[in-house]
């Protein structure tokens, strides 16, 4: 589409770009102005944004190791993700006997010296016990890409 009174020339493509791509525009001599005479001719190129943020985040260290023994009874679980993360709450992170029963009654907080998301048990873990810490699928990042959730275990010391 061009206007004479502006000489602005735009292309609509019949269908969206590609995300991420470079693409080259060219202007060629056969376009004139009113009077006949010949443009130079220009290229250039440009390169369209890159999708969103569409990686889930991960659990890429947690504390205790899975399968970890010999576990201090009071020190807390934590769990490191790759990326920031919603929505880690005492509904989304627990941990209980793996043998089965209640949660452990725990808060959950944000450290945000260690970049980890930290649950506080409210009493000491019975010895030599197997425990099961868990966070769940309702985590997400901040582009709303859901966790797939983490299950690991760990067994106390005496």
Known sequence: MTSD???VARLHPDSPLADGTTYTATLT???TDNAGNHFAGATWTFTTAAPGDTTPPTVTNTIPKNGATGASRTNNITAAFSETVTNVTTSTFTL??????ANVSAKVTFNSTGGRWVLNPDVTLDPTTSYTATITNGVTDLAGNPFAGITWTFTTGA
């Open 5 to 7: 009174s502006t000489t």
């Open 29 to 31: 001599n056969a376009i």
């Open 96 to 101: 209980k006997p793996t043998s089965g029963g």
